[in-house]
Antibody, heavy 120, light 106 residues
Framework: EVQLVESGGGLVQPGRSLKLSCAAS????????MAWVRQAPKKGLEWVAT????????YYPDSVKGRFTISRDNAKSSLYLQMNSLKSEDTATYYC?????????????WGQGVMVTVSS | DTVLTQSPALAVSPGERVSISCRAS??????MHWYQQKPGQQPKLLIY???NLASGVPARFSGSGSGTDFTLTIDPVEADDTATYFC?????????FGGGTKLELK
C-alpha cells in the first residue's frame, strides 16, 4: 500500500523559513517523480514543485521559484520542501504527491497533508 | 497559465446522473485529470487522461472530452459521493487545477 506521510508544518513568521518532509513507503521511491501541491484554506489546489527520480531536475511555478527548493533522499525514501522568505499567501495545507508518468504526468497518490501558517 | 473553469456547486439526488464540467482557456489535448476530495481528506485520483478510470475507482465514474471541454460523469450518484471535484491539466506549463465543484446530495 502506497503511503505518503508529511511532517514539519507549523506557524512561522513572514520572511522566515520552514522545511517540510514526506516519508514514502509501499513503492520503489527512486523510480518515481515526486511533487508538492498546496491548498490555501477553503481554496483550490496549486502545484508547487516537482523533482525527477534522481533529483537532478526540478520544476516550479513562478509563484515559488527562487524561494522554494524541492529535494529528495532516495536512500531514505524521503521528499523535502525547503521554503524560504515565506509570505502570508504561502499559508496552506501542503500535500506530498507521487507524480506518475503515463505519457504525461498526474498525481496518483497523495499524503494526508501538513498545515503551514505564515503569520506574525 | 491555463485557466480551468468549473461550476462552483451542484446538488443532486441519490440515484441520479450528474455531469461536472471543466473548461480550459486553451487546448490541453486529452491531458485532463480528475480528483475527488472529501471533507478533511486529501485529494484522490479518479480519472486520468480524460477518460481512464484510476485503480479502485467505481465504474459509476467516467470522464470524457478533449481540447478545451471536459466532463466528469457520475451515474448513479451515491451518498458517499459528497465531495469537491477538481480537474487538472498537464498539457501546458505550469500544471493547473480548476477551482473545484462541490457536489451536494439532496
Amino acid at each position: 500500500e502506497v503511503q505518503l506521510v508529511e511532517s514539519g508544518g507549523g506557524l512561522v513568521q513572514p520572511g522566515r523559513s520552514l522545511k517540510l518532509s514526506c516519508a514514502a513507503s509501499g513503492f520503489t521511491f527512486s523510480n518515481y517523480y515526486m511533487a508538492w501541491v498546496r491548498q490555501a484554506p477553503k481554496k483550490g489546489l496549486e502545484w508547487v514543485a516537482t523533482i525527477s527520480t534522481s533529483g537532478s531536475r526540478t520544476y516550479y511555478p513562478d509563484s515559488v521559484k527562487g524561494r522554494f527548493t524541492i529535494s529528495r533522499d532516495n536512500a531514505k525514501s524521503s521528499l523535502y520542501l525547503q521554503m524560504n522568505s515565506l509570505k502570508s499567501e504561502d499559508t496552506a495545507t501542503y500535500y506530498c504527491a507521487r507524480h506518475y508518468y503515463d505519457g504525461t504526468y498526474y498525481f496518483d497518490y497523495w499524503g494526508q497533508g501538513v498545515m503551514v501558517t505564515v503569520s506574525s | 497559465d491555463t485557466v480551468l473553469t468549473q461550476s462552483p456547486a451542484l446538488a443532486v439526488s441519490p440515484g441520479e446522473r450528474v455531469s461536472i464540467s471543466c473548461r480550459a482557456s486553451e487546448g490541453v489535448n486529452s491531458y485532463m485529470h480528475w480528483y475527488q476530495q472529501k471533507p478533511g481528506q486529501q485529494p484522490k485520483l479518479l480519472i486520468y487522461k480524460a477518460s481512464n478510470l484510476a485503480s479502485g475507482v467505481p465504474a459509476r465514474f467516467s470522464g470524457s472530452g478533449s481540447g478545451t471541454d471536459f466532463t466528469l460523469t457520475i451515474d448513479p450518484v451515491e451518498a458517499d459521493d459528497t465531495a469537491t471535484y477538481f480537474c487538472q491539466q498537464s498539457w501546458n506549463d505550469p500544471r493547473t487545477f480548476g477551482g473545484g465543484t462541490k457536489l451536494e446530495l439532496k
